[in-house]
């Protein structure tokens, strides 16, 4: 009965092991996504979108402001920055 239940208690273990793994890969391929959302957000703010196109970056903000709980500090930091360029008309680069 004692094999049993230790056979028991590995294959649980083995299997939150496998969940555990799965679920980081899906944390990795989010905080992925957020990143490229940064990097498309910084494009458009270097080529001053938020001046010729204010909707279209408008719109890509909203889609970042959902995964803000996963966001850092300093990604935080640089929407508060674009929404002031935003609201005040400030250009980005002056290329």
């Known amino acids: 009965m004692g ?3 230790l056979n028991s208690m590995y294959s649980c273990v083995g299997q ?13 391929q989010y905080k992925e996504g957020i990143t490229h959302d940064m ?3 910084q494009a458009m703010m270097e080529s ?3 001046i010729s196109e204010p909707g279209k970056v408008i719109e890509h903000l ?3 402001r959902y995964k803000w709980v996963f966001l850092s500090e300093e990604d935080r930091d640089y929407i508060h920055g674009c929404d002031t360029a935003i609201e005040e008309g400030i ?3 002056d290329d």
């Open 16 to 28: 939150f092991i496998v969940i555990r793994t799965q679920l980081m890969g899906k944390l990795d």
């Open 62 to 64: 909203s889609k970042i």
């Open 48 to 50: 001053n979108k938020h």
């Open 39 to 41: 990097d498309l957000l």
């Open 91 to 93: 250009r980005w680069n």
């Open 3 to 5: 094999i049993l239940v």
